[in-house]
């Protein structure tokens, strides 16, 4: 099972939308995936239309874990949206989680020893993460094995990169294989002398780190979000789906590389 935070510090940069048909896009590969709503704005399991609040959530188990009578039990907590994908529900309530977190011992592990007692069997658990830094979204990346970050080519992307960094240090001192899968361009327009410029600055920066599919302005994206399905069963002849579909078999091959790198240097270090 590989666990991946779509993270970034920053609003509005296209993390939700990644989520979902990134993981969609992956099942119609042939993979089981499980997605995660770590975000108390629900986006990801509004956007997959689970309007509702449900009874049990992300949060309702955070709060079974913190509990010391009971076991968070994420099994319990998984729905089938509209579009067939099987989602972790988050709800504002998750927003009171940080508290409850911060005066808990060995709290930074909670979500990831919660997701390896699961008993369901995934290929993939792909986590939508908080833009503000804090528990939720240390949690969310002490349980993963990779971040991919979604950045749009405007003005200071690399501000944001940086502030971020700090999060992913401090969530490298509980996880030391926690590793960046790569920076991805989101609504990037070539014809747009700055998008250039910025992606330019960030390749420069961060080599092949950034992958080289982007995914272009669509409102078919957001449409889709309306009406709570991923793009492949809203408008499968859309770019969105189409470059999602890309972007899909780029991070496949990298998961594909990276775990052999992984696997390769365990060995020489064991
Ligand atoms: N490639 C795209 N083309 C057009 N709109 C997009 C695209 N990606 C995201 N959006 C829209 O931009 C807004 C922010 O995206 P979202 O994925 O929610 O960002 P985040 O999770 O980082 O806050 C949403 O309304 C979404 O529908
Ligand atoms: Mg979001």
Redesign the pocket.
Known sequence: MIIVSIAGQK????????ATNLAAAIVNDGNKVLLIDADPQA?LTLSLGIQQERERTLYSEYLREVSIEEDGDLDRAIVITKSGLHLIPSSTALAQTEQKLMCEYESETKLQRMIHKMKSNYDFVIIDCP?SPGMLLTNALVASDYILI?LQAEYLPLKSISGFMHCFEEAKSFNGSLDIIGFVF??YDRRIVMSRNVLAEIENIFGDKVFSTR?????Q??RA?EAGLDIFKYDPTSH?ASDYGELAMEFLSRIKKMNLCHTVQGAIEA
């Open positions: 609003g509005g940069t296209g993390k939700t939308t990644t986006s833009p979604p989101i609504k995914i272009r302005s669509n409102i994206l957001s979000q969105g």
